[in-house]
């Protein structure tokens, strides 16, 4: 069970990380929903192919999000010695 909290805890690299994704999904998917209500442009931004650069902006996110906690750690840790 304490696997699965550390997904979502704020003190672990990888909770961090996952909850940074998680934020970053929802508010491309709200994002792209408020989009598709204006009349015509979901035909528009089919066409150009949006939808698969927000799926890899929202996975960019969260491996920047990976290295950034990994790398506050490594400082936090190197600053105890």
């Known amino acids: ?3 699965i909290k550390s997904f ?3 003190d672990t690299k990888r909770g961090r990380a996952v ?4 934020q970053t999904l929802i508010a491309i998917f ?6 598709l209500l204006l009349p015509g442009l979901a035909d ?5 192919g949006i939808g698969v650069q927000a799926t890899a902006l929202a996975a960019w996110a969260g491996i920047i ?3 950034y906690n990994a ?5 936090a840790w190197l600053n105890k010695e």
Request: proline fraction near 0%; charged fraction near 15%.
């Open 44 to 48: 528009g931004l089919q066409a150009l």
């Open 30 to 35: 709200s994002f792209i929903l408020g989009l």
């Open 65 to 67: 999000s990976y290295i």
């Open 19 to 22: 909850r940074t994704a998680l």
């Open 71 to 75: 790398i506050e750690g490594l400082l």
């Open 8 to 10: 979502f805890s704020k």
């Open 1 to 3: 069970m304490d696997y």
